[in-house]
Each structure stands twice: as C-alpha cells, then as structure tokens.
C-alpha cells in the first residue's frame, strides 16, 4: 500500500484546476499512475478530511523532448479529477503550495 | 513615486535593509492566518546590530512615519494589480493568473515594492509637517507594514542643527600683503625671464678644438657597472649621445670632475657614488664604475634678451611688453596665492569662533570624496587595483576625518552666511563653470550638463560656487594690512 504522498503527488494549479474548483467543487491532483481510483479517493479524504463524491482519471502521455537527434518523452502520468460531496469545505491549498 | 526630490532610491536603499528583515516576518503570517495581531515588538531588536553609518547624537531627529490601514492596502491592490498584468506562472496565460495565486508567488517583491512606493512618499509628508530637513539618509526602525494594518514606523536621521552666526562679521585675520615691488618680487621676474631664455636654448657644437671648461655640454656614450654587488653581475648601464651639462645643477660631480679638461675621442674611467637620495632608487647609495667617452663637446646658446625674443615668444611688441605682462602674471599668482592664505586662515578663524554639532554623516561623506581624490591620485600613478585594496581603509579614514570635519563645518558656515549676505550664484556663473568642466573633460558643454543634471552634481557644483563666492566677498572685507 503506497504511502498518501505516493499516490498525491501535487495539486494541479492552473487555469482549470483552479476554475472547476469554483464550478464543479472538484480538485485536480497529479497523482501516481498506478493508482486507482479507489487509492486517490481514501487518499485525499485522508489528508483533507473531506468526503470524496467521484473520482476521474486521465493518463497523460509524456511529451516528446528532442535533443539534436535524440527523442525521448517525458514521463507519462496520471490526472484526478476528484469531486467532492455537495457542502464539503474545500481545502485551500493555494496559499500554501 | 519616481523622481521625488527625496532621492527615493537612496532612500530605498536603506529602507530595504529594514524591508527585507520583515519579510520573514511576512511570510510566517501567510503560512498561517490565526495568529494575526500578536504584538511585534520581538520582531524588531536593533539593539544587537548597528544599521547605517554612525551618526552624531545632537545632530539627530526622529520622525514618526504613518500611514492609515486603507492607504495601506490601497497600495498593496494597487502593486498586485500591476504583478497580475504581467504575471508569468506555469499553467496560467499570462494575465490570467488568479490574484491569490499571485500575492502567494510574489509576497516578498509585492511588500517590496509597496516599501518603495508608500514610504518616500510618507517620509516626505513626515518630514514636511516636522520642518526638518535631513542631511542623512533615513534609517528606519520599528517598522511594521503589513495588508489590514496601519503603516507605523520611525524614521532616524541627521539635521543641520540650528546654529548661530552672530558676529561674523567680526571674524577678521590679517590680510597678508602682496609685494609688487621690491627686491624679492623683481628677483621673481628675473627668474622667470631667465626660464623662459633657457627653454629657448640651442645647443651647438663648438668647432675648435680645445678641453672641456665649466658650462659646457658634453656628449658622452658610457656604460657603467655596478659596484659591491653580490652574486650575478648586474647587467651594465650603458648610454649612447647622452647630453651632460659640466659642472651643471643636475649633474653629478664626479662627472663634471672626470670631465673637466678632456678632449672628444678620449676614454675616461671614473668611479660614481651616488647619493642616498638620489631619485633614481636603483642607483642611490651605490657605486658604479663607468667608462665614459667623449664624443663632443657642445655650447649651449641662450637667446639674447631683445625685442627679437619677445615677438618669437608670442603675440609682444617688444621686450618691454613682454616684461609687463610677466609682471602681471606674476603680480596676479601672489595675489592668488594671498587671497588663497586669507581664505584660509579666515576658515580657520571661522571655525575656532562658532562652535555646534556637526552632522556625522556629511562627515563621512566628505571624507568619502577626499578618499576618492586619494585614490584616484595613486591610480594615475600606476597603483593596481589590487594593491588598493590592501589599504587599510579604517586607518585612512582616521586620517581624513579631521580635516573633513573642519571643511565640512566651513561649508555650513559659508552656507549660512551666504544667506545672510543673499550671495545667488547666476545661471551664467554656472555655465562659466560647466565650460571649464567640459574643456577639462573634453566634451560638449551640453554632455557634461546632462550628465551632472542627471547625478545631481549641478546642484552641488552651485553650492560649492555659493561657498566660494561668499569666501570672495569675505575676504575682500577684510582690513587691508
């Protein structure tokens, strides 16, 4: 069982992570691609004592990154979209990132 | 707030110092908003560490600086407003990025800049409603300057304090006289005219054959070696056509005895022991053995004092002309040098009569300018960088630092009694000087303006020709001796 870090890794603050956040009361996280839904529901319920409604996931694909004539990619990785349950506080987590 | 007369990044300057102790300060409080209105009287120890320079206890004013809550965060709005606009954040367009986002990512910079645009502006109205005047750049304690609170602040800094010039009047030092006649002032002349026949010299060979007498000048090639050295032979000293005057001020006498009563063609030995003093410091003290020998012997021929002369000097009618005007000029520099003595002297009486604190900041910072001429004087002499920076500079400033208090104290002496005596200082006066700063400097009158516009030396180039016209007018009252 990986750790609550391991499956968060970081809150996404963007543009749209911050404005589904006003919309939808859903926080979007980068978290572990192995990670199940399942995994990214505790987690965050845990660390912001919240009740977790739903959870989406994407795989993100990592980038192709040149160097002269050498490709690579960056590294793929997985979004959650995890909305929270009608009247739950959101965590305010822009302040201290 | 840019171009305000207080100079405001100088006043910056010292304003970050105290800004960026408290921005720890700030930090902590976005952390965590709970704790807000504790007491920051912990915050704010000066007592262990001396900020800016020292300052002179009765020269000393403390202003208190204040601004209300609503200006506060009115400036605050107003800087986050301008980080947003250009704000570059990951995972934002630029301009998009959320206000909260950017008070989190800027905090430091924001407070910063609201440091920079609220308290120059503050200290101005400050030291306006208190009719001070600093001489010294403010140095802030107790500093509290946070969003939803009042600007609350003390200001420190150095005034010229109130002083009296009564009877200045009063202070008179013998004038000393200046001599236009008389033995030593016609001996001056003399000499003079004898220079300038000595710069018109022409050396010429003298064709009969016949031995070296005093007065003449001798060609010699020489190579010489150095004597009582240890170890490796010192390379020798050899010349060619070397030009040597016999019996001559600047010649050794050894030479001029060597010498005296030989012919051209003949070889010489001759053993020299230089003076301790001599300025060559390679050679003082030392003895060479030189072999000399002489090439020639040549005459030197001064010109004959006519009116010949005084037309191929310049633009004189005749000897006569010549005369009078060296007599002038020479009449004018003991003048000068009069007027120069009186001056100082009557600073000097100045200074011995009015007595009052004086600013310990001007001090330094006078003392700071005569270092620089210092320095700048050894540079032009070819001391490195590097070396200079071996000085010690604690010592140097020692040194400078009474003399730098009696200039500045004859400064605010000649500026008050500048006042009294409404001496002004014309824009004509101030472009005469600016000319003579820019043939000095070799640019055009307008570049050298801009430049001292731009760094706010004009200014001071005006007060130091107010000082310098006031000493003028002193000095042409005093009693004649």
Redesign the interface.
């Known amino acids: 069982m990986p750790t609550l870090y391991e499956v968060i890794r970081r809150p996404l603050i963007t543009e749209k992570g911050l404005a589904v956040k006003e919309t939808e009361g859903t926080l979007v996280f980068d978290v572990a691609p192995n990670a199940s839904k399942t995994e990214v529901k505790q987690a965050v319920e845990a660390l912001f004592k919240v009740k977790v409604a739903a959870v989406r996931t994407a795989n993100v694909l990592g980038k192709e990154r040149r160097r002269g004539k050498f490709a690579g990619f960056r590294p793929d990785w997985k979004k959650a979209y995890v909305r929270l349950k009608d009247g739950e506080k959101m965590p305010e987590y822009v302040a201290n990132y | 707030m840019e171009g305000t007369p207080l100079s405001s990044a100088d006043t910056l300057e010292n304003t970050s110092a105290a800004g960026l102790e408290n921005t720890g300060e700030a930090h902590d409080h976005?952390?965590d908003h709970d704790h807000e209105g504790h007491d920051h009287a912990h915050d704010h120890d000066h007592s262990g560490h001396q900020h800016g320079p020292v300052l002179n206890p009765d020269c000393v004013r403390e202003v208190k600086i204040e601004a209300t809550a609503e200006e506060v965060d009115k400036a605050f709005s107003r800087v986050v407003r301008e980080y947003k606009k250009y704000a570059k954040i990951?995972?934002?367009?630029p301009g998009?990025v959320?206000e909260?986002?950017v008070r989190?990512r800027f905090a430091e910079q924001i407070r910063k800049d609201v440091v920079e645009s609220l308290l120059p502006e503050r200290f101005r109205a400050a030291i306006e409603a208190a009719g001070v005047a600093p001489v010294s750049q403010p140095n802030l304690t107790n500093l509290t300057l946070e969003e939803g609170k009042a600007l609350d602040g003390t200001a420190i800094f150095e005034v010229i304090p109130p002083f009296s010039i009564d009877g200045y009047q009063d202070v008179t030092v013998p004038k000393s006289a200046v001599e236009t006649s008389g033995e030593a002032f016609e001996a001056g002349v003399q000499s003079e005219l004898q220079q300038l026949r000595e710069s018109r010299a022409t050396i010429e060979p003298v064709e009969e054959d016949r031995a070296i007498v005093d007065g003449d000048w001798v060609q010699i090639s020489y190579s010489g070696i150095l004597q009582g050295e240890e170890g490796e032979p010192a390379p020798p000293i050899t010349g060619q056509d070397s030009l040597v005057e016999i019996s001559g001020s600047e010649t050794l006498p050894a030479f001029t005895e060597a010498l005296r009563g030989s012919k051209p063609g003949q070889e010489l030995k001759v053993e020299v022991t230089y003076p301790d003093d001599y300025t060559e410091a390679k050679l003082a003290g030392k003895t060479v053995a030189y072999n000399l020998e002489v090439k020639a012997i040549k005459k030197r021929n001064l010109p004959v004092l006519d009116d010949e002369f005084a037309k191929e000097l310049g633009d004189y009618e005749n000897l006569a002309a010549l005369e009078t005007r060296i007599r002038e000029n020479h009449t004018a520099r003991k003048e000068r040098e009069a007027e120069q003595q009186g001056r100082e002297a009557l600073f000097a009486a100045l200074n011995e009569k009015f007595n009052f604190p004086i600013p310990e900041s001007l001090v330094q910072q006078q003392v700071d300018a005569r270092l620089e001429r210092g320095l700048r004087a050894l540079a032009q002499q070819g001391m490195s960088a590097d070396m200079m920076r071996k000085l010690d500079f604690t010592r140097l400033r020692d040194a400078q630092r009474d003399s730098a208090l009696s200039e500045v104290k004859t400064s605010l002496l000649l500026d008050r009694i500048a006042d009294a005596e409404n001496v002004t200082v014309s824009d004509e006066e101030l472009d005469r000087e600016l000319y003579m700063a820019s043939l000095q400097s070799r640019e055009p009158v307008e570049t050298v303006r801009a430049r001292l516009t731009e760094d706010g030396s004009l200014a001071r180039i005006r007060e130091q020709l107010r000082r310098e016209k006031t000493a003028s007018v002193l000095y042409q009252r005093l009693p004649a001796a």
Request: proline share 18%; hydrophobic share 20%; glycine share 10%.
């Open positions: 976005n952390h990951p995972g934002f367009r998009k959320p909260q986002v989190r």
